[in-house]
Each structure stands twice: as C-alpha cells, then as structure tokens.
C-alpha cells in the first residue's frame, strides 16, 4: 500500500517585518494540517527562531541562512528520490514564496521535487526591480497558482507577466474587540488641544510617503493647530527623516517610535486620533487596517490597491498623491467636522472586521488542504 504524506515550504528571502513576513508568519499555523512543515530564511534572521517557537517540534523543520537553505534543498531533492526509487511513499509538497529572493528558491524546489508552487506577489515594484525583473519572466511560468492582495495589484502583474493570471486573497488583521472600544473618538474641540496624528509604515525607502507627513505637520503647526505626528516603523531611511523634521523646526511636533510589536504598537495606535497613509505606492494597506481597528478614520493617497481598503467618505478620505494642499484640505475637513469623524470611525471598524486575518489563512488553506 502507497503511503501518502503532505510537505509544505514556507520560504522568504528575509523575515524583515513587512507584508510579506506578516502574511508568511501567519500561515505558519499550517503546521497543525500537515506532516511537515518547513521554514526557510535565505537570509539569516535569529527573529525566524521566535516565531516557530511554539509550533509542535516534530512537524517543524527551519533552515536560517543562505547555506542552510540550499542545503535543505539538496537534501529534499535526495530524499525525494531515494523515496521514489525503494520507498514507494507519496509525497505531495507545496511551497509558497513571497518575494524575489524566495521566488528563485521556489524555482528550484518545483524543478527538482516537483513541488507545487504558490507565489504570492507583493508591492507594485518588487517583482519589477532591476534584474528580478528578467529572472521572474521566466521562473514565474513555472508558477501553479499566482495570489496577489488587491485588484489593483493584479491588473499591474497581468499588463507586465501575461502569462499569469492571479488570483486575489486580501490581508487581514486580528480583531480586538475589547481595544477598540477603549478607543475615545473625540477630536480636540480647540487649536490648542493636540490632535494626534499617526503614520504606520516602515522606512525601508521613500515610497511611503513619510516627507508629506512632515509636510502636513509643518502646514498644521503654521496655521496654529497643535499636532503630534507618531511614526511607528524602522529602516534605514528614517535618519533621512529626522533630520528633515529637524530642518522643518519639528522636534517638538515629531516622535520617532521605531519597530513595535503587539500591545506596544496598539497603545500608540489606540492614543492617536488619525492614521495617514500618504504612500506613492501601496498594493494593498496593511497598516491602514490595523489603524482601523482602533476606530482611526484614515486619509490616504488615492493611489490603486490602496483605494480598496480606504474607500473615501466611509472609512476616511482620500487625497491626489502628489499634491499637498489637498492633502491639508482634507485633514482639515475631518478636524472641523465632528460628525464626519464619528462617521468614518465607525465606517473604519466595520471595515476593518471585513478583512480579518482567519479570513485570510482560510483562503490560503483552501488551496493547498
């Protein structure tokens, strides 16, 4: 009688805190389904160590750094075939990458172990970029089933990757009920009174927008209302934006949070009473939820993927990318406008119990068990 066990990979370039590890860390739960679970940092991360900590032992496999890594797959190629040869057991394998560096893994464990490979593509740029641009125009032909997280997103791999054709499977966040109606949705009835702003996104590049931030703050200060603009996030790029906050005479408007995890990232979230989003690109708008899920009405830069989470007049406002007057112009419009605030508050919460993280890893099970 044939055997029959089921292997899943779960490999990412590097574990750097952003979408992509957030969706991979998420599926790890997958490891109660399956006969073995393997999870792969091609870049060393120590943080990896952590997050299978409390995984059952006997399921897990982790490989952390390059070597490692394509040990691993020597060694899954080998069995592979020694199983084929004396062993007779089935093996049926799955891997699921969620970046460039992931993606070429995945290339060579569908090529040598016949694995069938889920790529999930994130970031309008990421699968574009330099010289991943030409390697992905041939790997991803090998791609079983291709997911983006938002439409927009899906229309920009399809008019550059024609031969793929993705499917959508939307983040999502966990729900804390009990935090959100901790949240006070009253905004600060005098120019004296601060109003408390919070960008949640990491600092990796100036893609997210962090300038305008600083930019609205100033225009805020100017016209004396008092602001506080939290940054939650980390990355090279925020030594850029300190000092430009600095240039800007904002050292007393600015807090410089870095990385936070859990209740120290949700006591920021909860203390605030807007969350911006002034991104030049966003394939979808993680942060804005998580922002949501406090009852924060969110104004975002009306740019594709993220106009799907921040839909304007129901759970915030959305302004022209380029264009800071009109970002100002509707910041402005909230602050003024209790009622509209109370309204997108509520219209952020409902949204943000539409797009719930069980949701989401239902989704993905589906199409592996």
Request: hydrophobic share 40%; charged share 20%.
């Amino acid at each position: 009688m044939i055997k029959e066990s089921k292997t899943v990979f779960i490999v990412m370039g590097n574990w750097d805190g952003g979408g992509p590890s957030y969706l991979a860390e998420k599926l790890l739960s997958f490891h109660k389904d399956v006969n073995r679970l393997i999870v792969i940092s091609i870049r060393k991360n120590n943080k990896l160590y952590n997050l299978c900590d409390n995984l059952t032992k006997k399921k897990i496999q982790i490989a952390n750094g390059f070597f490692q890594s394509y040990f691993l797959l020597f060694n899954s190629f080998l069995y592979t075939y020694i199983n084929h040869l004396f062993i007779k057991k089935v093996n049926k394998s799955y891997v699921i990458s969620f970046d460039n560096v992931s993606n070429i893994y995945a290339f060579f464990l569908k090529v040598l172990i016949r694995s069938y490979w889920i790529c999930t593509l994130h970031g309008f740029k990421g699968p574009l970029h330099g010289r991943y641009r030409i390697i992905n125009s041939f790997i991803l032909r090998f791609v079983n089933i291709s997911v983006t997280n938002s439409n927009g997103l899906s229309d920009h791999i399809k008019k550059h990757f024609r031969f793929l054709n993705p499917i959508k499977i939307s983040l999502g966040i966990d729900i804390f009920p009990k935090l959100k109606e901790a949240k006070s949705l009253l905004l600060p009835k005098t120019k004296d009174e601060s109003i408390r702003i919070i960008h949640l996104a990491n600092f990796y590049s100036n893609i997210k927008g962090h300038k305008k931030s600083l930019l609205l703050s100033k225009k805020l200060k100017d016209n004396g209302y008092n602001n506080t603009l939290s940054f939650v996030g980390d990355g090279h790029y925020k030594k850029k934006i300190q000092h430009d906050s600095l240039d800007l005479g904002l050292e007393d408007n600015v807090i410089f949070h870095g990385f936070l995890e859990n209740e120290d990232k949700y006591n920021v979230i909860k203390s605030c009473h807007v969350g911006i989003s002034p991104s030049d690109s966003e394939a979808f708008g993680l942060a804005s939820l998580e922002n949501m899920n406090f009852g924060l009405p969110i104004i975002g830069s009306n740019i594709p993927g993220q106009n799907e989470v921040i839909l304007d007049n129901i759970n915030g406002l959305l302004f022209k990318s380029d264009d800071i007057d009109d970002f100002y112009h509707k910041f402005m419009l909230l602050l003024t406008k209790p009622l509209l605030y109370q309204k997108l508050s509520k219209g952020a919460l409902k949204t943000s119990s539409e797009f719930t993280s069980i949701k989401m890893i239902e989704n993905y099970r589906e199409l592996i068990l």
